[in-house]
C-alpha cells in the first residue's frame, strides 16, 4: 500500500483544502444541537451549490453530463477534506452517489440533459425506492408492479426505508413487469416525480427521534416510457449499478463517527464499584479490540484507496469494511452504555456519551442498509474467497409460481 499522495494528488488536495478553509468557515466545529429538518434541508441546498459553482461536484462524472472528468482519487481526496468539516452532506449523498449515476448509464441523453444539472446544483433531491416489506435483502422479490399504458406505465405498489422520501423531487424505482419471467428478469426500472398524483409518502418515526426514513405507497403513478432506465426486463442488471456505487457510498466509517478514541474517553471518567473503569482488565480489552477494528478498517480503505491511485478499481472487499464497521460500531456503543448504566440514558449534549448513545440507535440500521451482513458475507465468501455459492432454486422459476414467505 502507498500511503502518500502524489504530487498532483498533493497538489489538488492543497487546492481543496485551502478552499474549504474559506467556504466551509461556518462548518469548522459541530452545531450545539442537531439542526431541525427545515434548517438542515436549507444548509444542504447552500452547501451544494457553493460546492457547485467552485467545481468540486460530479468530480469523476463525465464532462458531458456536467461532471469534472477526474478520476476516483480526486474524489476521495475532496471527502477526505470535505470530512475535516461539519458541512451538511447527508440529503445528496443518495441521489448523487447512487441515482444520478444510474441515470445517466441507462437514461437517454435528453434525460441526463434534463436532471444531471439540477442535481449536481442541489435545486433537486433525489431517492431510491428500492427495498419493500417482503423484499429487502432479496430485492428481486419486490412485487410493486408497473403495467404498460400505451406510452406510459402504471405503477402500483408499495416500498419502505426510503430515505428523505418526503424531501425528495425525483426517485428511480425499480417495479416488475413481467411476473410470469424468472424473479430477476421480469424488473425494469423507472424515474418517478415523487410529487406526481398517487405518490404518498408517509414518515416513519425512528427511535433517535428524526424521521428520516419513509414508507412510500404508488397507486395508478402514470410514468412516461421515456423515463424508463435500461430495456425493458432489464431492471435488475441496472440496478445493479445503483447497488455498486451504494457499496461505495456505504462501505467506509461515517465521517465523525465515535471509535476508540472515544471508547477510552468514556471510560476514563467513569467510577465503578471496583475502581476506576479504565484499570478493568474487560474494559481496557474491549478498547483494544475496538483499536483493532479500526486500524483495520482504516487499513482496508488505504488499500482501496492506493488500487484507485494506481488506475485500479477496488473489488468486492470493500464489503469487508462495511460488516466490520457496522458491527463495531454497535458493539462499542452498546459496551459504553452499559459501562455507563444510568448514565447512558440522560446524556450531556455534545458530549463523548451523547455520541456513543447516538451511534447506539442507528449502527443496528447500518448493519441493514447498503447490504445486509448476510449478504455481505456472501459476497466475500463467494467473490473475494472463491467459495461455492448458495442453492438458489428460485432462480429460474417464473416469478408467480414462488409462495411469498
Known amino acids: 500500500m502507498d500511503f502518500n499522495d502524489t504530487a498532483a494528488e498533493a497538489e489538488f488536495r492543497a487546492k481543496v483544502r485551502a478552499w474549504l478553509a474559506t467556504a466551509a468557515a461556518d462548518y469548522a466545529a459541530p452545531p450545539a444541537a442537531p439542526y431541525p429538518l427545515d434548517e438542515f434541508v436549507a444548509r444542504s441546498r447552500a452547501w451544494q451549490k457553493l460546492k457547485h459553482d467552485a467545481g468540486y461536484v460530479g468530480i469523476t462524472w463525465p ?27 447527508g440529503l ?17 441523453p435528453e434525460v441526463a440533459a434534463r436532471y444531471v444539472p439540477r442535481a449536481l446544483e442541489g435545486s433537486e433531491v433525489w431517492c431510491q425506492l428500492f427495498s419493500e416489506p417482503v423484499a429487502g435483502s432479496d430485492l428481486a422479490s419486490i412485487r410493486t408492479k408497473a403495467v404498460a399504458d400505451g406510452d406510459s406505465w402504471v405503477i402500483n405498489g408499495q416500498k419502505v426505508w426510503t430515505s ?26 423507472f424515474i418517478v416525480d415523487m410529487k406526481a398524483p398517487g405518490v404518498e409518502v408517509r414518515p416513519i418515526k425512528q427511535m433517535s427521534g428524526g424521521s428520516d426514513f419513509n414508507e ?22 441496472v440496478s445493479l449499478t445503483t447497488l455498486m456505487h451504494e457499496r461505495l457510498a456505504v462501505g467506509g466509517k461515517p465521517r ?20 476506576p473503569a479504565m484499570e478493568r482488565a474487560d474494559v481496557r480489552q474491549r478498547i483494544a479490540d475496538t ?34 464497521v457496522a458491527k463495531t460500531m454497535q458493539d462499542m456503543a452498546a459496551f459504553a452504555l452499559d459501562l455507563s448504566e444510568s448514565q447512558g440514558l440522560a446524556v450531556e449534549p455534545g458530549s463523548d456519551l451523547e455520541k456513543l448513545q447516538t451511534s447506539y440507535m442507528w449502527s443496528a440500521g447500518l448493519r441493514i442498509a447498503g447490504g445486509t451482513d448476510e449478504i455481505l458475507r456472501n459476497i466475500i465468501a463467494e467473490r473475494v474467497l472463491g467459495l461455492p455459492g448458495d442453492l438458489r432454486p428460485d432462480k429460474d422459476i417464473p416469478f408467480s409460481q414462488l409462495k411469498p414467505l
Open 291 to 324: 483499536y483493532i477494528a479500526d486500524e483495520g478498517i482504516r487499513l482496508t480503505q488505504m488499500r482501496a484507496l492506493s488500487a484507485l491511485s494506481r488506475g485500479a478499481m477496488p473489488g468486492p472487499e470493500q464489503s469487508i469494511s462495511k460488516v466490520v
Open 256 to 275: 465523525h463517527a465515535p471509535g476508540y478514541h472515544t471508547l477510552m474517553a468514556v471510560a476514563a471518567g467513569i467510577e465503578t464499584d471496583t475502581g
Open 216 to 237: 412510500v405507497f404508488f397507486t395508478d403513478v402514470r410514468v412516461a416510457d421515456t423515463h424508463r432506465l435500461g430495456a425493458v426486463g432489464e431492471g435488475w442488471k
Open 63 to 89: 464532462r458531458a453530463v456536467g461532471g469534472q472528468g477526474l478520476t476516483p482519487m480526486h474524489q476521495i481526496i475532496f471527502n477526505q477534506e470535505e470530512s475535516r468539516t461539519y458541512a451538511p452532506t
Open 92 to 108: 445528496y449523498s443518495i441521489g448523487l452517489g447512487m441515482c444520478i449515476p444510474t441515470l445517466f448509464t441507462h437514461g437517454s
Open 164 to 189: 428523505f422520501a418526503h424531501r425528495s423531487d425525483f426517485g428511480i424505482i425499480v417495479c416488475r413487469t413481467d411476473f410470469d419471467a424468472p424473479k430477476h428478469k421480469g424488473l425494469s426500472m
